[in-house]
């Protein structure tokens, strides 16, 4: 019997229980590797330090001072990072034919891959802990009290959902790991073409236009909004909407994505 055996009749409670017990398997791989697991999260506070304190000098942020500005940013750009290791990940299992094993076992497709995204969210967690000390550390504020901070949050998380749907995608469709150095590529390109480390309007019109609309920007806005810190005079119905559109897009790559990777997941050894 394989996973797409079993249908809607199966009951809520054994996919939940299946995609729990999937994430503990997950966060057990984890466990035996700790190193890379600690390079990953330390990544984005290097970043932090090199752009705040070797660049930011030259950054002059209005009504603001551009740490305030840039951890927004870090964290919207954390919850990309995450892209390339969800592929990477997906793709090493179906290389070892751990994926086939676990379509042959009687779990439903549900449950494996909201397995494989509720590790990653977990991941997102302890990530989004490290940034916000980082930020703390390196004298960033949020000003706007603890339930707010939660909402931006909220927020991120909302963003990484919808990234972990991409890079399940991706890593069921590349197949191999080494395909998917093409996505670890393709990140850095759509992560600085944001307001992640400066505003759009600083950017060539058309550029500054493409920066303005990436989903990274409408997140890296709005908890910028929520946090009280500075968005750079940024101006726009994307501005003032920012925190709309941090929840219209990922529900859009999730309204994709999603479905696509289900499809895509099922139809593995045809």
Do not use: C
């Not at 592929?87 to 090493?92: N, R």
């Not at 908890?223 to 920012?242: C, D, K, M, S, Y």
């Amino acid at each position: 019997m394989t996973a797409t055996d079993l249908g809607p009749g199966t009951p809520a409670a054994s996919s939940l229980r299946d995609a729990v017990t999937l994430t503990g398997r997950i966060l057990l791989h984890w466990k035996q590797r700790p190193v890379s697991i600690v390079i990953g999260l330390m990544f984005p506070v290097l970043m932090v330090l090199m752009f705040g304190y070797l660049f930011g000098g030259a950054m002059a942020v209005p009504d603001g001072d551009y740490m305030d500005f840039l951890i927004p940013g870090m964290l919207a750009m954390t919850m990309l990072f995450g892209l390339e290791s969800m592929v990477v990940a997906v793709t090493t299992d179906t290389a070892k034919g751990v994926t086939e094993r676990i379509r042959a076992m009687p779990v439903t497709t549900t449950a494996i891959l909201a397995g494989r995204s509720l590790a990653d969210l977990l991941n997102s967690l302890v990530g989004i802990a490290v940034m916000v000390g980082t930020g703390l550390l390196v004298g960033w504020t949020a000003n706007r009290g603890f339930l707010i901070a939660l909402g931006a949050v909220g927020l991120l998380m909302w963003l990484r959902f919808a990234f972990t749907w991409v890079g399940i995608y991706l890593g069921l469709l590349l197949k191999t790991p080494e395909s998917a150095v093409a996505v670890q590529v393709l990140v850095w390109p759509v992560g600085f073409l944001s307001s992640a480390f400066v505003s759009p309007d600083t950017m060539p019109s058309w550029l500054g236009a493409i920066g303005t609309w990436n989903p990274l920007s409408a997140t890296a806005t709005a908890i910028r909004e929520l946090f009280g810190n500075p968005v750079w005079n940024a101006q726009g119905w994307a501005t003032e909407h920012a925190v709309t559109l941090a929840l219209i897009w990922p529900a859009v790559l999730t309204a994709v994505f999603l479905p696509l990777a289900a499809r895509q997941y099922r139809a593995l050894g045809d």
